[in-house]
């Protein structure tokens, strides 16, 4: 089972330059997240997608936007990257977490170095 | 909103050690769940225990056990008899169900060293 697949694991950009963080899940989860992860931080959430059609911002949004674009799929995008993004960051689903009755499934993660 | 403070930054033990990692959050929820994931040096982030605030009762997992005191707002994971492979940053996180709450805001996280 392949569970919440991210792509790419490694990237490394310019200041400046643009990429986009995909996420698929084959779960049928309806919720979708993305965090950062830096060290001392913990897990900070960027922006979630509760259900297919809706997107909301976290705690760090500024400077990323995403998109849902199927029931499977979460992307996280970089318009201009800075070095204050360079992180490791992890996509998540779960089938509802309204009811705290599911739990999180995260990917391996992707790590991002802005230069 | 929910709030969580894991106030030990850092722990290291020595192998066969108990050690005890605090979580201390904050809700305005009345009814709330309380997560704790685990995240070994490979990376990956693994969930370990889910308790909402109706049960009260500690929980134990060979191991591993979890003291919930909702008068101190607290969940603490304790690891009885520490080995190696325990070594890994733990997170405690709560999520509070006032009907409309769908996400889930970490802690920073206590990264335990268990030394061989």
């Known amino acids: 089972n392949a569970g919440v697949t991210q792509t790419p694991k490694f990237q490394v950009l310019k200041t400046g330059q643009s990429m986009t963080l995909q996420c698929a899940q084959d779960m049928n989860h309806n919720s979708m997240y993305w965090y950062r992860q830096d060290p001392g931080m913990g897990l900070r959430l960027i922006y979630y997608s509760a259900s297919e059609g809706t997107t909301d911002k976290g705690e760090v949004p500024n400077g990323y936007n995403v998109s849902r674009l199927n029931k499977r799929e979460f992307s996280l995008r970089l318009e201009s990257a800075a070095p204050s993004q360079t992180s490791v960051y992890f996509c998540a689903s779960t089938r509802d977490l309204s009811s705290g009755a599911n739990v999180l499934t995260f990917g391996a993660g992707s790590r991002l170095t802005v230069l | 909103a929910q709030k969580v403070t894991q106030a030990q930054t850092e722990i290291s033990v020595v192998e066969k050690e108990d050690v005890t990692l605090d979580c201390v959050y904050e809700t305005r929820d009345t009814t709330y769940y309380l997560f704790w994931y685990k995240q070994p040096p490979s990376g990956e982030l693994v969930f370990l225990i889910r308790?909402?605030?109706?049960?009260?009762q500690n929980e134990i997992s060979g191991r591993y056990s979890w003291n919930f005191q909702k008068s101190t707002s607290s969940f603490n994971f304790t690891i009885t008899a520490s080995q190696v492979v325990d070594s890994a940053v733990y997170f405690c996180?709560?999520?509070?169900?006032?009907?409309?709450?769908?996400?889930?805001?970490f802690g920073t996280g206590t990264l335990l060293a268990v030394q061989p």
């Open positions: 308790r909402n605030s109706f049960d009260e």
């Open positions: 996180a709560p999520l509070g169900w006032s009907g409309a709450t769908n996400k889930l805001i």
